[in-house]
């Protein structure tokens, strides 16, 4: 980030004067961080990707009033900070090239990644509490017309890639092709579950996205951040989908890790998880969601640069490779959920 488009920012949120050049901070892979020290303090300051479309705008409101929400709770966060003059809630549009680019900015929070050797008993009570107190948030204002965007169906797919640009890499295109049938089967998973939410499932809105890469370790507490996919969701999803991420080993998924995480939300008073496969279909819900917002990105669908387009090609093959790692764990999960529910 140039010192002028520093001070832009910064101006923007009434963040002071920039003291020295902005840091970038490794980790994001859909948008880019900075570190800012001002007069004023440390801040993180993020320029989100995003298309100037109203469906984009729409969801991100709802996102700004859920962190605004969980922030007036009481959740371990960083604080969001407001813009001077918003260009919408918390976003702060600022001319960069002869165009406008939209701002994030949160206190910066001294502290570290969450590693592996991180992930142990204490944090994994950590996260089941937090989901219970997301899942216990006061009703966000305007949400009632909030609407989720479900999976795409295999017709979809198999059209985006008879269809895909010129300059679409066959290799890729052949990978994502094969993976075709295991996201016609999580489809199906997903519609059939969907009938059971206000029913069995509970709608909530929340983070949407708990998971290691998203928790940065202080001294006094995890704080979870990246608040911008925040949302409506499923509590019951989210809680296996989240107790899946902070189990997950380098081949397989840790039974003790997961149900650690699960008995810890419900001691915080978290919804009750039938142990049936209906309860992971949040699990394979977000897996093509972000599949697929990447392919769209791989073949050039969306404003990226160069280098965000080559690595929409590495992520687009991971979440097929872990869609088609979860469904023959469903079974198993299953089991491990009533065992859970026979115990509590």
């Known amino acids: 980030m140039p010192a ?73 966060m960083p604080r969001p900070i407001s813009p001077v003059r918003p260009a919408a809630a918390l976003l702060a549009d600022v001319p960069v090239d002869g165009a406008l680019a939209s701002f994030l900015a949160h206190e910066w929070c001294a502290g570290h990644a969450l590693k592996n050797t991180d992930i142990a008993p204490p944090v994994l009570d950590w996260v089941g509490a937090t989901l219970a107190a997301l899942h216990s948030l ?68 929340t983070h949407r996205d708990v998971k290691p890469d998203n928790v940065l370790v202080t001294p006094t507490s995890p704080l979870l951040v990246d608040w ?31 149900a650690t995480v699960l008995r810890a939300y419900a001691a915080a008073g978290g919804r009750t998880i039938a142990p049936r496969g209906e309860s992971f279909a949040g699990q394979l819900r977000a897996q093509l969601s972000g599949a697929a917002w990447m392919l769209f990105r791989a073949l050039g669908h969306r404003p990226v640069s160069p280098t965000e387009r080559a690595a929409a090609h590495e992520h687009a093959l991971e979440l097929l490779a872990a869609l088609s790692a979860s469904l023959p764990r469903m079974e198993q999960w299953t089991r491990w959920l009533h065992e859970i529910t026979r115990s509590l």
């Open 4 to 76: 002028d488009l520093a001070m832009a920012v910064a101006d923007a949120f009434g963040l002071g004067t920039p003291t020295g050049p902005p840091r970038p901070v490794p980790g994001g892979r859909s948008h880019r961080l900075w570190r800012l020290s001002t007069t004023r303090g440390g801040w993180a300051v993020k320029r989100l990707n995003r298309p100037r479309e109203q469906w984009w705008l729409d969801d991100y409101l709802l996102a700004a009033r859920i962190q605004i929400a969980a922030h007036h709770a009481g959740i371990a």
């Open 138 to 205: 006061p009703a966000v204002p305007a949400s009632a017309d909030a609407t989720t965007h479900e999976p795409h169906g295999v017709e979809e797919w198999r059209d985006w890639l008879d269809n895909a640009p010129l300059d679409a890499s066959p290799d890729f295109v052949r990978a994502v092709r094969a993976h075709l049938p295991d996201i016609a089967r999580a489809k199906d998973i997903v519609d059939n579950a969907r009938s059971m939410v206000g029913h069995e499932l509970t709608p909530v809105f």
């Open 228 to 258: 911008d996919g925040a949302g409506l969701d499923v509590a019951e999803w989210e809680a296996t989908r989240a107790a899946l991420a902070f189990s997950r080993t380098t081949t397989s998924w840790d039974r003790d890790a997961f």
